[in-house]
């Protein structure tokens, strides 16, 4: 599943690079976004799994660096 969900997230930021110049302010949106585009991949891959479950997936992706 994590390899199918890196796939989708790398498609998608290929796609809309994203290009912020504020260091905090771009971290923080670039990690807004980059949730997002996980749990979308996420939900997309097993469309019977909530919102909130595909961000907590997400965000335990995140913490452990494997996306």
Avoid: F, W
Wanted: hydrophobic share 50%.
């Amino acid at each position: 599943m994590i390899s199918e969900i890196a796939l989708i997230v790398n498609e998608a930021h290929y796609k809309y690079p994203i290009v912020i110049n504020d260091k905090s302010l771009g971290a923080t949106r670039c990690n807004v976004v980059k949730l997002k585009m996980i749990s979308d991949a996420v939900m997309k891959v097993d469309p019977s799994m909530s919102r909130k479950d595909a961000l907590a997936v997400a965000k335990e992706q995140m913490d452990a660096g494997l996306i």
